[in-house]
C-alpha cells in the first residue's frame, strides 16, 4: 500500500516539473525591431470585429498616449484618418490592405502600427455583468516590410468583481447594477483606455520596446542583447 502511494507521489512530482518546464516563457525575438529601430509610427484606424460600431475609433482616440510615452513619435491619428479617406479608403479594412512602401511614401513614417478590436462592449449574463475590450496589434516596418512586434491585451471591469460575499442573491443583484450602470455610462470607452494601454506598454512580457525618445531607450536595447 505504501509503495503504491510512494508511486503516486513520484508520478504526481513528475507532471508538477514538466507542467512547469512548458509553462517557462521563451525570450521574445527582437532581432527584427532593433535591426530596423523605428522612431516614427503611423496608426492605422482599427478594424473593428466587434459588433459595437463605436469600437474602432474609441481605441484609436487611445493609442497616441502609450506610444509616446514609450518614446515615439505618433502621427496624428485624426489628420492620417483623414487623408486615408481623401484618398478614397473610407473603411479600416481598405486602409489596411495598403502597402507599406505606399504608406512610407506618403506619411514618411518608420512603422505602422495595425489594430483589430475582438471585444469591445458590456455583456449580460444571469450571474455576471461586465464590459470588456479586447485588441490585437502588430507594428510593421514600413520601409522593409518586417514584422517587429505583435501582441495583445484584454481589460474588464470583471477583474474588480467579488460577489463571493453576497451569496447568490448578492451576485444577482450585483449584475443588475453593472447592467444599469453600463447602459448609463459609457464604461466601454474607459475600459479601452485600460486595454489600450496594456497592450502597448513597454512593462510587461513580450511588450513593446522604448523608442528613441524614452529615457529609457539604451537600457531597454541593452537589456535585449
Request: charged share 15%.
Amino acid at each position: 500500500m505504501r509503495f503504491n502511494s510512494f508511486k503516486t507521489l513520484l508520478v504526481l512530482a513528475a507532471v508538477a516539473l514538466t507542467t512547469g518546464c512548458a509553462t517557462q516563457q521563451t525570450p521574445y525575438d527582437y532581432s527584427a525591431f532593433e535591426r530596423n529601430n523605428p522612431s516614427s509610427i503611423l496608426v492605422l484606424p482599427p478594424i473593428n470585429s466587434s459588433p459595437d460600431v463605436k469600437a474602432s475609433y474609441s481605441v484609436l482616440s487611445q493609442v497616441t498616449a502609450p506610444l509616446a510615452e514609450a518614446g515615439y513619435y505618433v502621427l496624428p491619428v485624426a489628420v492620417v484618418d483623414e487623408t486615408f479617406k481623401q484618398n478614397g479608403l473610407m473603411n479600416a479594412d481598405e486602409m489596411h490592405t495598403a502597402p507599406p512602401a505606399k504608406l512610407h511614401e506618403i506619411f514618411g513614417a518608420d512603422a505602422a502600427l495595425y489594430i483589430e478590436v475582438s471585444r469591445y462592449g458590456s455583456s449580460y449574463k444571469v450571474l455576471t455583468s461586465e464590459v470588456a475590450v479586447e485588441a490585437s496589434g502588430k507594428l510593421i516596418d514600413l520601409r522593409s516590410g518586417d514584422l517587429l512586434w505583435q501582441g495583445s491585451a484584454l481589460a474588464s471591469t470583471a477583474e474588480n468583481q467579488n460577489n463571493s460575499g453576497g451569496g447568490l442573491v448578492g451576485m444577482l443583484v450585483s449584475a443588475a447594477v453593472n447592467q444599469v450602470l453600463n447602459s448609463l455610462t459609457d464604461r466601454s470607452h474607459d475600459v479601452a483606455g485600460i486595454a489600450s494601454g496594456r497592450l502597448l506598454s513597454t512593462q510587461r512580457y513580450g511588450g513593446i520596446l522604448n523608442g528613441p525618445r524614452s529615457p529609457f531607450y539604451k537600457q531597454a536595447r541593452l537589456a535585449n542583447r
